[in-house]
């Protein structure tokens, strides 16, 4: 009996049962708490706003892409439908401001040459090892597939980028960090990007950090996920056919077996 | 198979084949005159389910290969070229994604209906171990797909997986090693092992349609189980599969594609992680290294053992312990309706696998940590005490007399005075 409640005992200290497991780590795999915002493009029907595309990418361009690289999107893609919809010309405008390292020609040099539409964005360093050097050890991420690589989404880019503050009283700091509510963590490598009023806006909208910052986020989700509005759209022409197609699937399906119930409603033995 | 032939070559070109290879007697006697239970529910239309979303899977699967580039270099980008720049990529990609999440939720689904009704006692013991290999080859088939993205979770779940072989060190010094450095192809993660991964997930694909024809081989000897458990006694119990089931198997697959497409179209990222979306890092380990949702049971069980190569055990065991449910549930009868006792446990065991799920998903430690210890205690107590005592002690309810009884109540054998269907049939049918 005393060796069954030892080994009942052992059993259940095998189970390591937690102490002060009460007070729960808010840090278990969470990061803060991200506030939704209310976007365009939200599913089902949403769709991009061009115009704030257009503002979206002014502000990568100006402020972003000085650190960060975006070498999945080329300049194309901006006229491309479901985007922010760039004139042909706008866009050989915006490519040939970037200079491009071409080559080698034929005598077999590299060569330097305005961009064309067909050219990926340009990536503000060579290496990553350059973009670490210029940045104090830290690696400023390619912003191609941001808006999908962190939880939040877009919700999280805005939160980020309005999300500097001065840190709390008690909270360590270390040297040449910032003090941001949405990272995780609260310490980030990157000084705040935003100022009211840095670029200026020509389609009557304000200025401010809020708008930047939920600008550019758009702009991001469309970078990220540059064929969501076609995706929405073949996605509701297929609800709406299987949808139909269930009902229709139902009702043939209540005549067949109508068949079976009538035979047992009349079998004569 | 188990049942006479009912087929009359009506053309001459049918004669022909019937004389030579008789395919279209094959395709008329086991798909559509086949004698199917008159009282499959809808819980029974997930075999069929399973068998377009195989097929689903391996044509967005073939496509996807013709612009997949699998080298440590290319991978990620290749994808992302796929959504971009392939015509259609987007739709391919993400439905081969979501495509695998939707064949997951169906195998449960169906392996949990076996459960249910004792699908896997005699005569049916083979299609069921067929069925296990067939979950087994799945998850295999999928961890290698997942791995393809070349993301970091991609990276990290290679690198824990792979690790667990080196395990085997405990046993003999050097051999989980030396294993673990032959899988890799070097000594550590790289463009070797993600080459090897493709060409092993292209491969078994084909593998798993091969022993899904073996399950259907399987299934077409004994027949189809019913909700009753209770054996087919005459032909009134049963009904052509064709048009019955078809229809019943068509309409549900409609409804289980509407999830499908719902997924697929408006939240294609919602089961998966955003980390995946970062490219592998082999210097840069993600904070929380956790695998598709459909793994998270297992995963759970694995963390639960704090020793390496049992933990690996208890992983391996979690789908092995399936393998012998035939014999270690010792009921008389098979469906779990008639089972007042251990009804409750099995409803307890599918709660317990959501909750290890969820614990999958969380730390190891704290409360997530004793919870997944308990749970894993349940999983494998359920299979390996419960399943053998309650047979023995339990007391079950009346079966039915026969299939057709237990549709159209006692009176069935006396048609004249059934009462009108209309009443019955769609309670029978709602309780799916």
């Known amino acids: 009996m005393m060796s069954a409640v030892r080994t009942a005992a052992a059993f259940v200290l095998a189970l390591s049962i937690p102490s002060l497991a009460l007070a729960e780590e808010p840090g278990n795999g969470h990061g803060p708490v991200i506030k939704a915002q209310d976007w365009s493009f939200a599913p089902p029907f949403g769709r991009f706003d061009k115009a704030q595309l257009q503002r979206g990418y002014r502000v990568y361009k100006e402020i972003c892409a000085n650190c960060h690289s975006m070498r999945l999107l080329s300049y194309r893609n901006l006229g491309e439908s479901g985007g922010p919809g760039f004139s042909p010309k706008a866009i050989e405008i915006l490519a040939a401001q970037a200079q491009v390292t071409d080559g080698p020609n034929d005598k077999g040099e590299m060569f330097e040459r305005p961009g064309r539409p067909s050219d990926h964005f340009r990536s503000p360093y060579a290496n990553d090892q350059a973009a670490r050097v210029v940045n104090n050890g830290a690696l400023p991420p ?17 939160a980020l980028l309005t999300g500097y503050a001065k840190p709390p009283a008690e909270f360590h700091m270390t040297q040449g960090m910032q003090y941001n509510k949405a990272f995780p963590g609260h310490q980030i490598a990157m000084p705040n990007p935003l100022v009211d009023g840095v670029i ?70 | 198979m188990s049942h006479p032939s009912t087929y009359t070559p009506s053309t001459g070109i049918e004669r022909w084949f019937d004389a030579r290879m008789p395919i279209p007697r094959m395709m008329h006697d086991q ?39 699998p080298t440590a270099d290319g ?20 439905a081969h994604a979501v495509g695998a999440s939707m064949f997951f939720l169906a195998v449960y689904i169906h392996t949990f209906r076996g459960l249910y ?62 294993l673990v450095e032959w899988i890799w192809g070097g ?45 087919v006694k005459s032909a009134k119990d049963t009904i052509p599969f064709h048009p019955y089931y078809t229809i019943k198997d068509g309409f549900a697959l ?57 933990g690996v055990i208890g992983l391996i065991g979690g789908i092995g312990v399936l393998f012998f449910v035939p014999w270690l549930d010792t009921s008389r009868i098979r469906s779990t309706s008639y089972r007042p006792i251990y009804k409750w446990f099995f409803w307890l065991f599918v709660v317990n696998c959501l909750a290890l799920g969820y614990l999958g998903s969380q730390a190891p430690d704290g409360w997530y940590l004793f919870f997944g210890r308990v749970c894993t205690i349940y999983y494998f107590g359920f299979f390996l005490v419960l399943m053998p005592i309650l047979g023995f002690i339990e007391r079950p309810k009346k079966l039915p007399g026969s299939i057709t009884q237990s549709v159209l109540g006692p009176q069935g054998s006396h048609p004249a005075e059934a009462p009108p269907h209309v009443a019955q049939e769609p309670a029978r049918e709602g309780a799916a």
């Open chain 1, 142 to 158: 390619d912003l191609s597939v941001m808006a999908k690589a962190r939880p939040g989404g877009p919700d999280y880019i805005y």
């Open chain 1, 200 to 269: 200026p806006y020509t389609d009557g909208t304000k200025p401010t950090v809020d708008n930047y910052a939920r600008d550019v986020s758009a702009f991001l989700m469309w970078t990220a996920e540059p064929k969501l509005e076609e995706r929405y759209k073949v996605g509701a022409r297929i609800m709406i056919f299987l949808i139909v197609f269930a009902g229709i699937m139902y009702f043939s399906k209540r005549a067949v077996w109508a068949r079976l119930h009538r035979r047992d409603g009349t079998h004569q033995a």
């Open chain 2, 31 to 69: 798909f559509l005159v086949f004698p199917t239970p008159r009282n499959l529910n809808y819980w029974w239309t997930f075999g069929g389910i399973l068998t377009f979303m195989l097929a689903v899977q391996m044509v967005t699967g073939i496509v996807l290969a013709m612009h997949y580039v």
């Open chain 2, 75 to 94: 991978a990620f980008d290749s994808v992302e070229k796929i959504m971009r720049d392939v015509n259609w990529g987007w739709l391919l990609r993400y």
């Open chain 2, 117 to 178: 009704y004792g699908s896997y006692k005699a005569p049916r013991e083979i299609l069921w171990i067929l069925g296990v290999l067939i979950l087994l080859l799945m998850i295999a088939t999928a961890f290698m797909g997942y791995s393809l993205v070349w993301g970091q979770m991609s990276f990290w779940a290679v690198t824990v997986i792979t690790n667990l072989f080196s395990s085997l060190d405990a046993l003999i010094p050097g051999l989980g090693t030396s």
């Open chain 2, 187 to 231: 000594f550590s993660v790289g463009g070797p092992t993600l080459n090897r991964l493709y060409a092993l997930h292209y491969l078994l694909p084909f593998v798993i349609a091969g022993v899904v024809i073996l399950h259907i081989w399987a299934l077409h000897v004994p027949g189809n189980n019913n909700p009753t458990g209770v054996d």
């Open chain 2, 254 to 310: 409609v409804l289980f594609l509407i999830l499908f497409a719902g997924l697929l179209f408006y939240a294609p990222n919602f089961l998966g992680h955003p980390d995946n979306y970062i490219p592998a890092n082999p210097l840069q380990t993600p904070p929380h290294i956790v695998p598709e949702w459909y793994f998270l049971p297992f995963y759970a069980i694995l963390r639960a053992i704090p020793n390496k190569l049992f």
